[in-house]
């Protein structure tokens, strides 16, 4: 085997810290959506509505924070392999 680039190696550590991390959001959804479906079949309230608004809208928030860091990460990743072919 020939010489380790170290970003390349930081690169790949990160991607799997990123998989990581966006299967355990995809657990809070999931965890979400259940509660969800248990409210669905109670007999609709004020208060019950508001709740499902909540589990919604922290679903939501959810989504925006990840894509937020998928952006993000991508636009990184694209600089450490420009840095990597230039360097």
């Not at 550590?13 to 959506?33: M, N, P, T, W, Y």
């Not at 939501?60 to 392999?81: M, Q």
Request: proline share 3%.
């Amino acid at each position: 085997m020939g010489p380790r680039n170290p970003l390349i190696i930081q690169a790949a550590k990160d991607v799997q810290a990123s998989q990581i991390a966006l299967a355990d959001i995809f657990e809070r959804i999931e965890s979400f959506f259940r509660r969800l479906e248990i409210y669905v079949n109670v007999p609709t309230t004020t208060a019950m509505m508001d709740t499902m608004v909540q589990i919604l809208v922290e679903v939501l928030c959810i989504l925006g924070v990840a894509t937020k860091e998928i952006k993000e990460t991508r636009s990184s990743e694209y600089f450490v392999c420009k840095c990597v072919a230039v360097g």
